[in-house]
Structures are given as C-alpha cells and as structure tokens.
C-alpha cells in the first residue's frame, strides 16, 4: 500500500523555521517528482515547491529565498525547510508524488498521483 506521511508541522511565531517531513512507503519513489503544497482554510490548494529526480527545484513566488526542499532517496524522504514564516503561511501542507518519472518539476495538482494526509502549520502573528 502507497502512503506519503508528513510530519513537522505546528505552531510558530512570525519570523521563526520549522522542517517538514515527507515519508514515501509502498513502492519506489526515486524518479517521481515529489511536491509540497497547501491550503488555507477558505482557499485552493496550491503550489508550493517540488523536487525531481535529478534534484532540479522548483518554487511559488511566494516562497522564494524562504522555503526550501530536499529529498533523501535511499530512505524516500522528502523535505520542506520553511524559514521566515508569515502569518500568511499558515496552512495544512500536503507532500505528493508522480505516478511516473518527469523530468519537469510539476506545480499543478493534476500532475501528482499520490498524496498525503496534511500537516497542519501555524504561524502566529
């Protein structure tokens, strides 16, 4: 059975870092792409950054310079370092996986097969 488990989130103040965590489990990962996104209450959920299987990168404007991802292969881990939150980070985050290698780091929910329950992350103000 395939599950994506993420862990690490929680409550932080404006200006302050947590590291989520992504645990793959069921098959191989290696050459999907994995991404993190999010959703706050009220709204869609979006893109947040992705990580292929040559280690290229990609990020949403809105975290450029602030977050960063990074994968382990050999434990299929993926991670999110978040620093610098904002208030406006506050979200449940969510790690997904392609069913299949790409070479494109993706952005778009439709391209991710497997998901994740969710963190939630708060950032107070």
């Known amino acids: 059975q395939v599950q994506l488990v993420e862990s690490g989130g929680g409550l932080v103040q404006t200006g302050g870092s947590l590291k989520l965590s992504c645990a793959a489990s069921?098959?191989?990962?290696?050459?999907?792409?994995m991404g993190w996104f999010r959703q706050a209450p009220g709204k869609e959920r979006e893109f947040v950054a992705s990580i292929n299987w040559s280690y290229g990168t990609d990020y949403a404007d809105s975290v450029k310079g602030r977050f960063t991802v990074s994968r382990d292969k050999a434990k299929n881990l993926v991670y999110l370092q978040m620093n610098s939150l904002r208030p406006e980070d506050t979200a449940v985050y969510y790690c997904?996986?392609?069913?299949?290698?790409?070479?494109?780091?993706?952005?778009?929910?439709?391209?991710?097969?497997?998901w994740g329950q969710g963190t939630q992350v708060t950032v107070s103000s």
């Open positions: 069921g098959r191989a990962f290696s050459n999907s792409v």
């Open positions: 997904a996986a392609t069913q299949s290698w790409d070479p494109v780091c993706g952005s778009r929910l439709s391209e991710y097969y497997y």
